[in-house]
């Protein structure tokens, strides 16, 4: 008999041979009670069956079965046909698992020594009485062997808000012939409308655990925070059938991106404020992570107990690796639990100098272009005129006075000043920082120079960032902090990182990244918009952008691996390109970047940002560039993504890969945005997916795409197909 727990973990049975009963022989191999009467028991199984983390001799089987508030009885069958007429003996000849109640009635159970490269049905048992209640069949398969010269064919998705949207994306993928599929992040959103980019309308989540959650936006919407909080969300996403019915015919491998705990979040830190309070929450962090341990099926080992006790990070490894046969490892990564804080805070003063004159001639030899004028010290430059200005004008938008002090940039000073202005008679105006007199100050780099304009927001920090001089301030900081200003894994998890991959004897290795490694910057000098917005700009610092040094820290290692492909998701956008070092771009790897399921596209994000944003949407045409980013980020006029061979920022979907010895081909299945509005689920023939082939050749790091049935390669230098 199993062993009973008395916590959630992935209950390991040991397969033995397949046994295949004589025809006529009436007699069952797995249940106990061979009388019992089975019947559909889809109704206590809510969000059916799923399975994950397949390996050449075992999967991970998942269900949770609803039936009251006690502790439940399941029993699990494992056969190599959907009808289980030819059933694999599990150990002792069956297989019996506690559903728990303090566990959500969850159970993970891990089944191995089952025969390589070989697809399995299961299903589990809800024994009430002396009736057997079934859920439905579920299907995997296990990786092949690790020398086996097979083609592997996986598609990988990401970013699946329920709010108001319908997964149309999951109802195409579920036709697909996979060998499993990977989930890039943002499986879960933790809010339940949030109006800057969720649909406040049609289905969605309500907490019973009200009091537990956050209440955001005046109390116009909610986020998740107590366990309660969490298990809700996955059990009505889960619920959807579309989902189900993917998780019913693929083994799924998953990480989490920042929506299974909170938006751009950093550790156990949200953004919700930006700046205004300290948003650091380890125990609601644990509890996004208690129920994403529950809900997924992901192998932690044999003996691993989730522990609601244990600190933050240790308290759950979710980065780990898979080899499929000869020509694919996958190695996932968890670029959230560890990272540092994002470059430039939220909250930061705009008027504050970060890199002085001094600190930029010793790093650069000079004062660099993105240096501006300031002031040496506010409070006596000029009898400390603009310092009382300055000071009452912070405060009026938040910051505490104490923040103007010290060396303060001109720029800042005389557009508060200007501003102040408006409202006084001439005679009484204070005079701005003349041209002149800028000439003989000293230059720098304040928060204002990198882009932050606004006081507690997102822009100039995590979005639209000035290029040139966060390109500064970032290698700077990088050398001052020895790193740590951006640390994105943590140095155990770099470590393992980088030893598996440049250990991999396979032909590709694919990187399960969640967030942008191509740099993504728009080039708006060529635009009939106002001079201080005529540069540069990061679009997302969020992503690898931010952690500009390390990214190329790490490609300086893996470009010589070889054949490493980056797949990623949240950034609800499709895109395809290269990624090479800073002062070689010639050395690369390849990154496929998929669309979102049914989240915002990036397109409509972008409109979303510049019509709430005060600054943005004053700017005369920006809601035209917003809509226009697909044009802004290939323009072969500013040339400033040549690396960027593709994008459709403007539909959602899914990619499907088939890896060979030969060649790695990547299908990106798009569905036109507007229909995520509409469920397809009884209409299936009336949704049109279309598809854009690309490959990459072993042994090369190009992007070629698929013209009509001609390979075409991206040439970089004159950003077209040839």
Known sequence: M????????????????????????????????TERELTDGSEFFPQSVASGD??????????????????????VEVATDAEFTQQVALDAGQARVKALARHDHCVKVKVRGLAAGTVYHYRFIYVKGDKGYVSRVGRTKTAPAAEADVKIRFAYVSCQDYIGRFYN????????ELDFFVHLGDYIYETTGDPSFQNTTGRGVDFTDEEGSISLGEGTYRAARSLSNYRELYRTYRSDANLQKVHESFPMIAIWDDHEFADDSHGATATYSNGQEDETDVERRKAANQAWFEYQPVDYGDDFEYDPGASFPGDLRIYRDFVFGKHVHLVMTDLRSYRSDHLIPEGAFPGKVVVDEATLIEELGDTSASAMPYVEDIETYSDGIYASVLAEAAEAVGYDAAEVTGKVSVLYINSIVASVNEGLPEETQIPLIAEEEQVFMERGIAYVDLGKIGAHTSIGSRYFAAKDAVDVYAAIRYKETQGASEDVMGAEQESWFLDTMEGSKAT??????EYCLLPLAIDLTPYSIPEQFKRSFYMNLDAWDGFRNKRD?????????????????????????????????????VEFVGGAVSSAPYRELLTSQVASDPVLKAVPGAALLAAGIDDLLTSTETKINPHVAYTNSNAHGYVVVEASGDELVVDMRSIAAAEVQTDYTTKRGDLKVKTKRFRTLA???????????????????TQKWI
Do not use: M
Request: proline residues 6%.
């Open 169 to 176: 994306t999951h109802l195409a993928l579920a036709e697909e």
């Open 553 to 589: 820290e790490l490609l300086a290692r893996l470009v010589d691996v070889g054949n490493v492909v980056a797949i990623t998701g949240d950034i609800h956008a499709f895109f395809a390109g290269t990624v090479g070092l800073n002062d070689d771009p010639a050395k690369k790897i």
């Open 699 to 717: 042994g090369e790091s190009d992007i070629y795409l698929d013209d009509g049935g001609t390979w075409k390669r991206w040439d970089p230098s």
């Open 54 to 75: 397949p390996r050449p001799d075992s999967v991970v089987l998942w269900a949770r079965v609803q039936d009251g508030e006690e502790d439940l009885e399941l029993e």
């Open 508 to 513: 590709w290795k694919v990187w399960g990244n």
């Open 2 to 33: 199993l062993k009973r727990r008395d916590f959630l973990r992935a209950t390991l049975v040991t397969a033995g041979a397949l046994v295949v009963p004589a025809c006529g022989d009436p007699e069952a191999v797995n249940p106990v009670d």
